[in-house]
């Protein structure tokens, strides 16, 4: 791995717009956002906060000279931060996202900030104004082609969505008597897609599934039916035993009274009946090169979100971070399994 520029403490010759981040987790995810802060002009690197010891020497031995602590109060002691970006494993970050919010500090979650909404407890128990400066990041939301055909969805150029599916996959290779211990297809995939489709659909009010186990209990295919408040049904499939994709897969299709749309994480393609928006009558498809990217290519869908963080604490918006949004997402997921359970249309909670 690339060693970490070297870079002063974060208090010396930062600015007064320079805000300081620091990261809880130093796995694969905290590492690179670490790299991404300290080469961001507008944040300084603060230091992390790790658990495991083993981790902190492998960051220390990647470059980091700030301080890496076991604890966040210790880390805190050491080197004060305005935010904190939450990269640790899925079942601790609710805790500490609540632990750095009541603190009175801006937070980052890399992903979903927990499995289901009974596990995001200590977030749900904050008074709503300070759960207000939670954001969330998930990758499809800053993928340049999905911005994309989320933006298409948005301008109103299809018309009005008369079907919608959705769809994610993913290769997860294991022995048949030996399946994942602690997660499904539900936990590994389908999140992302669900806060993407809150994002250019609305939000999820009621759903109905059914699942399937191929290698033992745990969910591997899932199968469902979500309405949107604004009455929009979108039919979703998730599986994470399909060979050939790497990395998760996700595919939107829209079809419109007046266009059709796929989008996916390869390519746009979008059908019009006649010229709208901008966009010329019949097939328009856009590609990864076709699009301008502000951030270097390899950089990754973190460090755009990091990006829009940075932009947040210096006053912009940065909506597609809101955290409500990811909130709603795991009450999607829960509705889900409650489905699979019951066979019946499940409410989300709201």
């Known amino acids: 791995m690339t060693a ?3 870079t002063p403490a974060p208090d010396a010759g930062a600015g007064p717009d320079v805000r300081r981040l620091a990261v809880a987790g130093l796995g694969r995810a905290g590492i690179a956002h670490a790299m991404a802060i300290v080469q961001h002009d507008g944040c300084a690197f603060a230091g992390a906060f790790e658990p ?12 980091f000279t700030q301080p890496l602590e076991g604890t966040l109060t210790k880390l805190r002691e050491r080197s004060p931060f305005d935010a904190l970006v939450v990269c640790a494993p899925l079942d601790s970050r609710a805790g500490v996202a609540a632990d750095a919010l009541a603190a009175g500090h801006d937070v980052l979650v ?16 904050l008074p709503a104004d300070v759960r207000a400066r939670l954001r969330c990041a998930t990758p499809s939301l800053f993928h340049p ?3 994309r055909g989320a933006a298409v969805i948005a301008s109103g150029v299809l018309g009005t969505p008369a079907t919608v599916r959705a769809s994610v ?101 979008v059908d019009l009946a006649e010229a709208d928006g901008g966009m010329d009558a019949g097939v328009t498809r856009v590609l990864p090169a076709d699009l301008p990217d502000t951030l270097p290519f390899d950089s990754g869908e973190g460090a755009r979100a990091l990006h829009a963080f940075v ?34 249309t499940e409410e989300c909670a709201s």
């Open 311 to 344: 932009s947040s604490l210096h006053g912009g918006t940065a909506s597609e971070l809101a955290g409500d949004r990811a909130m709603r997402a795991l009450g999607v997921l829960d509705a889900m399994r409650r489905a699979f359970a019951s066979g019946a």
């Open 145 to 147: 082609l999905l911005r």
């Open 4 to 6: 970490a520029p070297q």
């Open 110 to 125: 890399d992903g979903l900030p927990a499995r289901s909404l009974a596990a995001a407890a200590p977030l749900v128990a």
């Open 169 to 269: 996959f993913v290769s997860r290779v294991f022995a048949h008597g030996a399946p994942p211990q602690g997660d499904d297809v539900l936990d590994f995939a389908v999140g992302d897609l669900l806060v993407l489709l809150d994002h250019v659909l609305g939000p999820v009010v009621r759903v109905s599934a059914t699942a399937q186990r191929l290698y033992g209990e745990r969910v591997d295919e899932a199968h469902a039916t979500l309405t949107h408040a604004n009455g929009v049904v979108t039919g979703l499939d998730a599986s994470w035993s399909v060979p050939g994709y790497p990395r998760a897969a996700v595919v939107i299709e829209v079809e419109g009274d007046r266009g059709t749309l796929i989008a996916s994480d390869d390519a746009i393609e």
């Open 52 to 63: 495991r010891a083993e981790l902190r020497r492998f960051a220390r031995g990647a470059g």
